[in-house]
């Protein structure tokens, strides 16, 4: 049932397209551009979420295709890169639900999911603030906000890793040194 709803939505969509933007008031293609920008979003949510699933299809071996990513570039008409950041970001949504959430609501684009899909995987507990900056900021802010998250768990991550390895490495050595004190002079005492 679900596919035959997307067709239908695909057709309501390419019908809309027949019209020539000039026919239209400013304000109404105002608001259809906004219209637009939201099914992008539910676009980019609907790929990302089942390119994972349909890689499990196995259509691009039977294709002929060495793997997922290269059927779904010639598919889409897109480079190889973009379609494996699809499938990468379709995986790491697997342990982001806020993230998922998000995207199935329409508040991400295609960049600020690259963005925080990366940060993210790599510190986890940065989620909710991904998405926070993701609503604050632009992209080039969140962006700056996800290099920072990053280089403060990698800083975090290389001073953990360097006290371990100064934990492991060291070691104390005691010894007593007998020594001969000029006679009448205790030791530790100046004549």
Same mark, same amino acid.
């Not at 960049?111 to 899909?117: A, D, K, M, N, V």
């Given at each position: &049932? &679900?596919t035959?709803?997307l067709v239908?939505?695909?057709g309501?969509?390419r019908?809309?397209?027949?019209?020539?933007p000039?026919?239209?008031a400013? *304000? %109404?293609?105002?608001?259809i551009f %906004? =219209?637009?920008?939201?099914m992008?979003?539910?676009v980019?949510a609907? /790929?990302?979420l089942?390119?994972? $699933?349909?890689a499990?299809a @196995? *259509?691009?071996r039977? #294709? @002929?295709h060495?793997?997922?990513?290269?059927? &779904?570039a +010639?598919?889409?008409g897109s480079?190889? @890169? +973009?379609?494996?950041a699809?499938? #990468?970001m379709s995986?790491? =949504?697997q342990?982001?639900p806020?993230?998922?959430?998000?995207? $199935?609501? @329409?508040?991400?684009?295609?960049?600020?999911?690259? #963005? !925080?899909t990366a940060?993210? !995987? +790599? *510190?986890?507990?940065?989620?909710? #603030?991904?998405l926070?900056?993701?609503g $604050?900021h632009?992209? /080039?802010g969140l /962006?700056d906000?996800?290099a920072? *998250?990053?280089?403060r768990?990698?800083?975090?991550?290389?001073? =953990?890793?360097r006290?371990e390895q !100064?934990? /492991?490495? $060291?070691s104390?050595v005691m010894? !007593?040194e007998?020594c001969?004190?000029?006679?009448?002079? =205790?030791?530790g005492?100046?004549?």
């Amino acid at each position: &049932m &679900m596919t035959a709803d997307l067709v239908k939505a695909l057709g309501l969509l390419r019908r809309s397209l027949e019209v020539e933007p000039e026919t239209v008031a400013a *304000v %109404d293609a105002a608001r259809i551009f %906004d =219209l637009f920008l939201e099914m992008e979003r539910a676009v980019v949510a609907g /790929k990302t979420l089942y390119a994972r $699933r349909a890689a499990d299809a @196995g *259509v691009w071996r039977s #294709e @002929g295709h060495k793997n997922p990513a290269s059927w &779904m570039a +010639e598919t889409a008409g897109s480079g190889f @890169g +973009e379609a494996n950041a699809v499938l #990468e970001m379709s995986e790491r =949504l697997q342990s982001l639900p806020e993230t998922t959430e998000a995207l $199935r609501r @329409g508040e991400l684009s295609a960049p600020q999911l690259r #963005e !925080i899909t990366a940060a993210a !995987i +790599e *510190v986890p507990s940065s989620e909710r #603030e991904l998405l926070d900056a993701a609503g $604050r900021h632009g992209l /080039k802010g969140l /962006k700056d906000h996800c290099a920072r *998250v990053k280089a403060r768990a990698t800083s975090e991550a290389d001073a =953990l890793s360097r006290y371990e390895q !100064i934990r /492991k490495n $060291r070691s104390l050595v005691m010894w !007593i040194e007998r020594c001969q004190a000029p006679s009448g002079v =205790l030791p530790g005492h100046r004549a």
